[in-house]
């Protein structure tokens, strides 16, 4: 059975740093095929895709983001860590880590972890 | 960027009754070496996170209620619930997966009448 499970601050100041960290279960990012990634939800609004990490340490982010992210993973601990550098207060949201694999495609998140609400306040 | 919008915005319908939702995109998401759509439909309800419902445009993920279709192709798709129950109220978003970014409509509210 899969899981997904965000942590990391509650509360962020502007410019401050953020990092989420995910810790999954029922897969590994040793195999081939697999990934996981960021998607991030404003209160009240829609989806954003943000960054997605493959098994082989290949990254994709979104590109009006990108300059501000960073992705790496901890294989031996089943975690992956996102930064998101200078935050903003339109940065709050919701921060959902998901799993995505070549078995259906990358792309298709099967898997979303519960969510973790980051607000961006002074 | 493939820019997806949705129709309508929300909607009520009775229980009992179909509710179509549709989907466009900017750019076709068809694939022309596989002729596959990369367009997925989620289902969110509130308080938690999006559960993937369709893929493929009109695959079923494991597990979803027949009542839940998919069709399209190009640019155009519809997520069609055949007879609404209570606990399809929701807000439904479609996505792309043929280009990055990968990104989401907007989201449509299905509420009961």
């Keep these: 059975q899969i899981t997904l499970k965000e942590s990391g601050p509650t509360l962020v100041k502007p410019t401050q740093t953020l990092t989420l960290t995910c810790t999954f279960s029922g897969f590994s990012l040793h195999t ?12 009240g609004k829609a989806l954003e895709w943000l960054a997605l990490i493959y098994w082989d340490d290949d990254k994709r ?10 992705f790496a993973k901890d294989t031996s601990k089943n975690q992956v860590v996102l930064t998101v550098t200078n935050m903003d207060p339109v940065d709050t949201a919701t921060y959902y880590c998901v799993h995505s694999s070549n078995v ?3 792309g298709v998140f099967d898997y979303w972890g519960q969510g973790t609400l980051v607000t961006v306040s002074s | 960027d493939i820019v997806m919008t949705q129709s309508p915005d929300s909607l009520a319908v009775a229980l009992g009754e179909r509710a179509t939702i549709n989907c466009r995109s900017s750019q076709s998401v068809l694939n022309s070496s596989n002729n596959k759509n990369y ?3 989620y289902q969110q309800k509130p308080g938690q996170p999006p559960k993937l419902l369709i893929y493929w ?7 979803v209620p027949d009542r839940f279709s998919g069709s399209g192709s ?13 606990e399809d109220v929701a807000v439904y978003y479609c996505q792309q997966y ?7 409509g907007q989201g449509t509210k299905v509420e009961i009448k």
Excluded: C, N
Aim: charged share 10%; hydrophobic share 40%.
């Design chain 1, 32 to 43: 081939s095929g697999v990934s996981v990634g960021w998607i991030r939800q404003p209160p």
């Design chain 1, 61 to 70: 982010y979104s590109p009006s983001l990108k300059s501000r992210l960073t």
């Design chain 1, 104 to 106: 259906m495609a990358f």
């Design chain 2, 39 to 41: 367009l997925t439909w």
């Design chain 2, 57 to 63: 445009a009109s695959t079923r993920e494991s597990g």
């Design chain 2, 74 to 86: 190009g640019t155009d798709f519809t997520l069609t619930i055949s007879s609404l129950l209570a």
């Design chain 2, 98 to 104: 043929h280009s990055l970014p990968w990104t989401f």
